[in-house]
Nanobody, 116 residues
Framework: QVHLVESGGGLVQTGGSLKLSCVYS????????MAWYRQAPGKERELVVA???????IYGDSVKGRFTLIRENAKLTVHLQMNRLKPEDTAVYYC??????????WGQGTQVTVSS
């Protein structure tokens, strides 16, 4: 089992920055990818960034060049650094881990609101 807890969301103005954190615990030896997703009101959940165990990092088109995934393995934390935020970035952001066995784990989410 893997437990994920996000934090760091809040209200920020357009052009501002926020850094989200996902602290994980449990058995992660079988984890294949670590990722951030987001879901805006009335929209489907979408991938923000995914980091595979092999080192590949994939960013969603809408966040490329503005968002960065940062891993702090010693602190069992995965961060999402978000710069140049836009109102369309407003969403609940979720941390997501997937295992090689197909198990999937989600955090509770953290709200990010970008005012125009």
């Amino acid at each position: 089992q893997v437990h994920l807890v996000e934090s760091g969301g809040g209200l920020v103005q357009t052009g501002g920055s926020l850094k989200l954190s996902c602290v994980y615990s449990g058995s992660i030896f079988n984890i294949r990818t670590m990722a951030w997703y987001r879901q805006a009101p009335g929209k489907e959940r979408e991938l923000v960034v995914a980091h595979s165990n092999g080192g590949e990092i994939i960013y969603g088109d809408s966040v490329k060049g503005r968002f960065t995934l940062i891993r702090e393995n010693a602190k069992l934390t995965v961060h999402l650094q978000m710069n140049r935020l836009k109102p369309e970035d407003t969403a609940v952001y979720y941390c997501n881990f997937k295992s090689y066995d197909g198990d999937e784990y989600w955090g509770q989410g953290t709200q990010v609101t970008v005012s125009s």
